[in-house]
């Protein structure tokens, strides 16, 4: 339901206790004290008919005798009562309720309903919102609103903390507090039967008190809807997740590589990764990483140099960095020349760059400047050990200036704690990202480096459907269709060479043999040397019964080989269905590597995509990496790049790099496919041959499985560029591209923007503002098509360049009921009727996804819209003492306006 109605759940009027008590020690009395005492200006009522008043307050005996609907309920009575008491809230008008009674997830009624089913049938008719149950409630300090029965209060702040444990809730408070921590929203969401964290992270999202996003994660119940809301909100502000739950589980019942490989974790990395989310290893590090974003410099690589006035401080650093995934730099030539005209002749000569204990302040200014402009390294991180020699505060007021002023952004680290305070608070108050100990250092550093990746990640909007890679699509449906009809699990392995082939996927060539003679026959055909496998329905891995043969050299031995498989499977697998052999021939290249590329079935994300380290030993090997479908070249590269064999695909000693770019186009492919067929269930190539010469795949097995086609795409997390809706017009000597809007489309807005005339601005967002902050254009360009849709009118300028004339952009409701829209032309480009065919779009679109309705709100004196309002078949509402008039155009009624004209 997303945002619908939080309004009232974090920012209420008025509050009601529900279960207010007088009760030392009980919820209800410490909920009645905490909001009491945190100075929520609204009026607060106990409801319990036990008490006349409770906290001095008047209570009353039941919602029905409460002087008005309050905003909020605030429920702290044992779970039977809930769906009365929703059902009475709804009725009175409340729109929004935490529950923190426990035991809810468990409990029944007298009939064996489930009381959290009825609670929320009570609610649904209202649109009543639940946070909770079982949860410790929530804070918003900055209305003096402490609905909770948290020991502790807490501090206005710009940050949003989101927890699933109601323990840690109470541990993070007391916490932050110590350390004078303020937070905008404290929330702790429960068991979540309504209100999760997609609804959280969307209403954060666009909250102007917020800052930054902290989340404690244990479980995602709705995924597409937690990424969408997440992809929403870190386009805005960093969103950092702690995520639990890091040991395998989920792959064990598996029947493919792939499906072992991609553990429930691994996903969730992917998850987190596309999203533009960072994701940290505990609560520490969550403070210390949003500190990082918030304040610290960004980094353009993860080439660190360190410098320190102590050898220790910089082992210490560089141990961290190894562990954490940050590179040291190495020194150039230059830089060491440089450094040898400083430094003692006893400096490591290395990074970590040591300066020696005894150095003056000359000594640091001048490293630091040398360092600065070392184009090797990407950041500097400066450590200092207290030191008799010179006193710290006077290094660092030496030091900010040049620091200031160097080309690499500098992290520091003082160490100690009153000797060196001076000279921290120093660094800090200039804006230099300052840390206690140099491993916090690196983390901060590796966090803005990770962090910088998933938001270019964030960037990425893969096509559902790609020119290069052009699949006979009606072939591969029916070859699943067949395999599906046929009662198959498990494609054959010549179903799954064919499938790989209609991809553009190279296979090796194979042929099918269903005896020992027919085997013969077929490597006579091909040519000694071959390679021989078992080809069976029903034995997932033939390296489990040795079913491969490789380097077979005659027809002998062939027979030979073909007896002993076959012998060995019954031996084995009794029950295995045996159809004969695959013969091929052997693959000669000495410097291919084996790789596995494949897909796996999340059972929270969906399909994602596994890529590693290939062979029979893929599971023992571990080298694998794992991302959400779609790919594109980009997301391709870097999912190639998290794996350890990468290093070697890259080229080392007498081994030249292989054909990247050959495997980018198999895992684009691999997902083009997953988009395709949405039967396709679970997929391995492996292995899959890789050299300078390019790739060849050597075995593909596929599991299928019966899938409704109309929801495939609703598999996907993240739903692809939706370039089916790609649409092309005649227009002048040209064509003119009407496209859904994409993230590289930000420079083309702007200079959209600059070509409007300030009058027409101020008719369609009621404002003559020109100028735009990064934050908004990317809000603009970088959209969720799962949750609204901008189109954009393209023309070919005067240079060749691709350029915006026009836009139309809808909205829509958590319940796609309503979608509220807009559009705008270029100035010069007004009166062509392209206003006219943008909305004609506009409306097709809402109208297939099921949309109830448009709406618009237009000032009254813009004739121009008004009048395309009424040609496309909108109702014009007009009233009489406002400057706007709304708009709306029902869109499942009878279409109306199809044989609308331009005005």
């Known amino acids: ?148 029965f948290a020991p502790v209060s807490t501090v206005s702040g710009p940050l949003a903390f989101v927890s699933q444990s109601g323990a840690l809730v109470t541990a993070v408070l007391d916490w932050a507090n110590s350390r004078g921590i303020g937070f905008s929203h404290f929330i702790s969401v429960g068991d979540r039967a309504d209100v999760d964290f997609g609804d959280l992270i969307d209403y954060l999202g666009s909250d102007p008190h917020t800052r930054a996003i902290l989340l404690y994660v244990e479980s995602v119940k709705t995924p597409r809807k937690f990424l969408s809301a997440a992809r929403a909100a870190s386009r805005n502000k960093p969103v950092i997740v702690v995520k639990t739950g890091r040991a395998p589980e989920g792959a064990r019942a598996a029947a493919t590589h792939s499906g072992v490989l991609a553990g429930a974790d691994e996903v969730f990395d992917a998850a987190i990764r596309r999203a533009g989310m960072l994701r940290v290893e505990n609560l520490l590090d969550l403070f210390v990483a949003v500190e990082t974003l918030a304040r610290g410099p960004r980094f353009e690589g993860d080439r660190l140099m360190v410098v320190s006035n102590g050898g220790g401080a910089g082992v210490l650093a560089a141990d961290a960095a190894a562990l954490g995934g940050a590179r040291l730099a190495e020194l150039s030539a230059a830089t060491i020349e440089r450094l040898d005209a400083l430094l003692p002749p006893m400096w490591s000569r290395a990074n970590p760059v040591d300066i020696i204990g005894d150095a003056p302040v000359e000594r640091y200014v001048e490293t630091l ?93 893969p096509p559902s459907s790609r020119d290069e890679i052009a699949p006979d699509l009606g072939r591969a449906r029916g070859l699943l269709r067949a395999a599906l009809t046929a009662g198959q699990q498990w494609l054959t392995d010549t179903q ?66 073909a007896v002993a498989i076959l012998r060995r499977a019954h031996e084995l697998r009794p029950q295995a269905r045996l159809e004969g052999f695959v013969v091929q021939p052997m693959v ?14 999340d059972p929270q994300f ?53 054909d990247l770019a050959a495997i980018c186009r198999v895992l684009v492919a691999v997902s083009q496919m997953v988009i395709d067929l949405p039967e396709l269930a679970e997929l391995d190539i492996n292995p899959l041959l890789v050299d300078e010469q390019g790739v060849v795949a050597l075995a593909g097995r596929a599991r299928v499985a019966k899938q409704d086609r109309a929801h495939g795409e609703a598999r996907l997390a993240i739903r692809p560029y939706p370039r089916e809706l790609e649409e092309a017009f005649a227009w002048d000597d040209g064509e003119m591209l009407m496209r859904p809007i994409r993230p590289d489309d930000g420079e083309r807005h702007l200079a959209f923007l600059a070509r409007l005339d300030p009058e027409d601005i101020r008719l369609r967002v009621f404002s003559s503002r020109r100028s735009i902050a990064p934050s908004e254009l990317a809000r603009l360009t970088q959209i969720d098509y799962e949750r609204e849709m901008a189109f954009v009118a393209t023309i070919a300028g005067a240079d060749g360049q691709q350029e915006t004339i026009g836009t139309v952009r809808a909205v829509t409701d958590p319940d796609n009921a309503r979608a509220e829209f807009g559009v705008i032309v270029r100035s010069d480009m007004k009166g062509r009727s392209l206003g006219f065919l943008l909305m004609k779009k506009m409306i097709r679109y809402c109208r297939e996804r099921g949309t109830g309705e448009l709406v618009g709100d237009v000032l009254r004196e813009n004739a121009g819209m008004l009048r395309l309002a009424r040609a496309l078949g909108f109702e014009v509402q007009s009233g009489a003492d406002s400057e706007f008039v709304r708009i709306r155009l029902p869109l499942q009624a009878a279409e109306g306006s199809a044989a609308a004209s331009p005005p």
């Open 606 to 658: 969906g399909p994602v995509i596994v890529f590693g380290h290939g062979g029979t030993a893929v599971e023992i090997v571990g080298d694998r990496a794992v991302a959400l479908p779609p790919l594109n070249t980009a997301l391709a590269r870097e999912l190639v790049s998290r794996t350890r064999i990468a290093r070697l695909l890259a080229g080392y000693r007498d081994r030249p790099p292989v």
């Open 496 to 561: 799954g060479r064919e499938l790989l082939t209609l991809y553009g996927i190279p296979v090796v060539e194979t042929r099918a043999a269903p005896s020992v003679d027919a085997a013969r026959e077929a490597a006579e055909a091909i040519g000694y040397p071959v390679a021989l496998k078992l080809d069976s329905p029903d034995i997932s891995h033939k390296s489990d019964v040795r079913g491969v043969i490789l380097n077979i050299d005659s027809a002998d031995e062939l027979r030979a080989s």
């Open 588 to 601: 000669r290249r000495p410097n291919a590597f084996e790789l596995l590329i494949g897909v796996a079935n």
């Open 369 to 461: 400047k040398v360092l600065g402009d070392a184009k090797e390294a990407d950041a500097i991180l400066f450590i200092h050990a207290p030191s008799a020699i010179v006193p710290a505060d006077a290094i660092a007021e030496a030091c900010v200036p040049v620091v200031k002023a160097a080309t690499r952004p500098v992290l520091s680290c003082w160490l100690g704690a009153a000797s060196v305070e001076d000279a921290w608070r120093r660094f800090a108050q200039a804006g230099i990202a300052s840390y206690h100990t140099p491993e916090e250092a690196v983390r901060a550093f590796v966090h803005s480096v990770t962090y910088r990746r998933n938001q270019q990640q964030l960037l990425q909007a």
């Open 1 to 148: 339901m997303s945002t619908r109605n939080l309004d009232y759940l974090l920012s209420p009027r008025s509050v009601a206790v529900i279960g207010a008590s007088e009760r030392t020690g009980s919820v209800g009395s410490t909920v009645m004290r905490n909001l009491l005492a945190d100075g929520f200006e609204g009026p607060v009522w106990p409801v319990n008919p036990k008490y006349t008043q409770v906290a001095g307050r008047q209570a009353y005996a039941s919602v029905k005798a409460l002087p008005q609907a309050p905003d909020l309920a605030v429920i702290c009575t044992p779970p039977p009562t809930l769906p009365g008491l929703i059902a009475e809230l709804g009725q009175r008008g409340t729109r929004a309720a935490a529950v923190l009674t426990a035991g809810v997830a468990s409990a029944t009624d007298r009939k064996g309903r489930r009381i959290i089913d009825l609670m929320l049938e009570a609610a649904q008719p209202h649109l009543l919102r639940i946070l909770g149950p079982n949860c410790v409630g929530f804070l918003v300090p900055g209305l003096g609103l402490n609905a909770s």
